[in-house]
């Protein structure tokens, strides 16, 4: 309600907005409107893919939900993405006693987000695509709809035709022996604007998402799982 204290509108709020910095962050609420009456493409946009939503000279950004307890300070988040970046490197012979270097590939971070340990709440890896969607809709207190149980059923008959290739051709003859799905909990997510790989993940994951028109932006994570485990495919199968 715009006549709440703490409501975007209010003169107190209105006094500080942009102006409050916390763990390097700036403070900004965003006037009017109501988060429950948006449509899923809308709600998604500033999770799932929002370079749209800054100028182009913001080059990362980091989405929190609302209902996350655990949330890493921005120290951490940049550490953690200083272990994964790895520039790349030419090779060099030995020289003046100096051992030869090989070459190395660069490695850049594109999306950051805490893992899923499936392991911890009785699933496996290669579970079928249900249980994990019964596994969101428990710990969102929703229940599962028609849609939803449709969209899972897809993902295993995806996951069935992995398994079927790998009994026919043999592991050794198949880039992958199951669909693989890559879990996260995306409470919080960091994105990088930098990178065109980037953008086309974010782009894949925010078509996955509102592709279903489900309504239900709980189950980004299934969409994300998708869409990480496809890229993963097509990279092993040359595409």
Not at 127 to 145: E, N, P, Q
Not at 155 to 164: A, F, H, L, M, T
Not at 170 to 183: D, I, K, L, V
Request: with cysteine.
């Amino acid at each position: 309600s715009t006549n709440n204290m703490y409501s975007p509108d209010s003169q107190r709020v209105a006094a500080f907005n942009g102006q409050l910095v916390v763990n390097n962050w700036t403070l900004v609420w965003v006037h009017g409107g109501d988060a429950s009456k948006l449509t899923e493409a809308e709600y998604s946009l500033a999770k799932l893919t929002p370079g749209s939503l800054f100028s182009t000279r913001i080059s990362q950004a980091m989405f929190v939900h609302p209902d996350s307890f655990v949330v890493p300070s921005t120290d951490r988040v940049l550490s953690m993405l200083s272990m994964v970046h790895q520039p790349a490197r030419k090779a060099r012979r030995a020289n003046f006693g100096k051992p030869p270097v090989p070459a190395r590939k660069g490695r850049h971070p594109i999306l950051l987000g805490p893992e899923f340990d499936v392991a911890s709440v009785g699933l496996k890896p290669n579970s079928r695509a249900t249980l994990y969607a019964k596994y969101l809709c428990d710990i969102s207190g929703i229940t599962m709809s028609k849609g939803l149980r449709a969209r899972s059923e897809v993902y295993e008959k995806i996951q069935d035709s992995v398994r079927k290739l790998r009994n026919q051709f043999g592991e050794a003859r198949t880039p992958y022996g199951e669909f693989p799905f890559h879990w996260m909990r995306t409470l919080w997510v960091f994105h990088d604007f930098r990178t065109p790989m980037a953008k086309e993940l974010r782009c894949d994951w925010y078509k996955e998402q509102t592709f279903w028109h489900m309504g239900n932006s709980e189950m980004d994570d299934l969409s994300l799982a998708y869409v990480l485990a496809t890229r993963s495919m097509e990279g092993a199968l040359g595409g």
